[in-house]
């Protein structure tokens, strides 16, 4: 091979490289919907947009974790509290925090919080993984099941 042909081979191959990277990065995710008055689960990252209204809720971050752990008994139940994007159309859009304490999940009726924003009640159901003693969490690996109502 001559080395004109080895520099057009070269060329062909980087520019073979460059159009897959392109088309891979050129991959929208998908649109997950949900209905208002839906209990749904975002992973952390993960977004969803809410029907009939058209906005977007982000699960961004988790802020703590200090619910008392499974295996262990402790003189309070301990708060875990997740940081969501609520992006509605037009300029209106809010950070908020939502809690929930230890021992709390999606079957307990009676102890979740709601908070209230943009005309929303939202409550934090569950949060998983729940706490055991001795282990690390990476909480990019938390899953929130949430719950969203109108105010009115």
Known sequence: MNNSNQKFLAIFLLLLFLTLIA??????PENVFVNINEIF?????????VKPDNFDIEFCEVISDSRCPTNLRCFWEGVAEIKVWICKPGPA???IKLPIY??????D????????????????????PYPYEHEERDYSEYEATIFISNTD
């Open 23 to 28: 088309t891979c990065d050129n991959e929208e």
């Open 41 to 49: 689960t975002l992973k952390c990252g993960e977004s969803v947009t």
């Open 93 to 95: 859009a809010n950070f």
């Open 102 to 107: 230890g021992y709390v999940d999606l079957e």
């Open 109 to 128: 009726t009676v102890n979740h919080v709601t908070v209230d924003t943009l005309g929303y009640r939202l409550s934090l159901l569950q949060l998983d």
